[in-house]
């Protein structure tokens, strides 16, 4: 019998907007940005282009939807307050 995995869930709506300051992990470093655009995949998964330090930084997820990066929603939460 194989080993179950858990299917991934993702947005079709956008949680955050343009220039939202927000916290996102890529390439398993932590990062602090601006939301510059939002975009939409072919299966109207809802990701972010994110830029930080003259980098851009495109097709984010949110929490973990996506392999190579995502935006943090419980960081980026502490440091809106």
């Given at each position: 019998?194989?080993?179950?995995?858990?299917?991934?869930?993702?947005?079709?709506?956008?949680?955050?907007?343009?220039?939202?300051?927000?916290v996102?992990?890529?390439?398993?470093?932590?990062?602090?940005?601006?939301?510059?655009?939002?975009?939409?995949?072919?299966?109207?998964?809802?990701?972010?282009?994110?830029?930080?330090?003259?980098?851009?930084?495109?097709?984010?997820?949110?929490?973990?939807?996506?392999?190579?990066?995502?935006?943090?929603?419980?960081?980026?939460e502490?440091?809106?307050?």
């Amino acid at each position: 019998m194989g080993k179950r995995t858990k299917k991934k869930t993702f947005r079709v709506t956008h949680k955050y907007k343009l220039n939202t300051v927000v916290v996102f992990i890529f390439a398993g470093s932590r990062r602090i940005g601006e939301i510059i655009e939002l975009t939409r995949e072919e299966n109207k998964h809802a990701t972010y282009t994110v830029t930080s330090r003259g980098t851009i930084y495109p097709c984010l997820g949110l929490d973990y939807s996506k392999d190579h990066g995502s935006i943090l929603t419980k960081e980026t939460e502490s440091i809106k307050a």
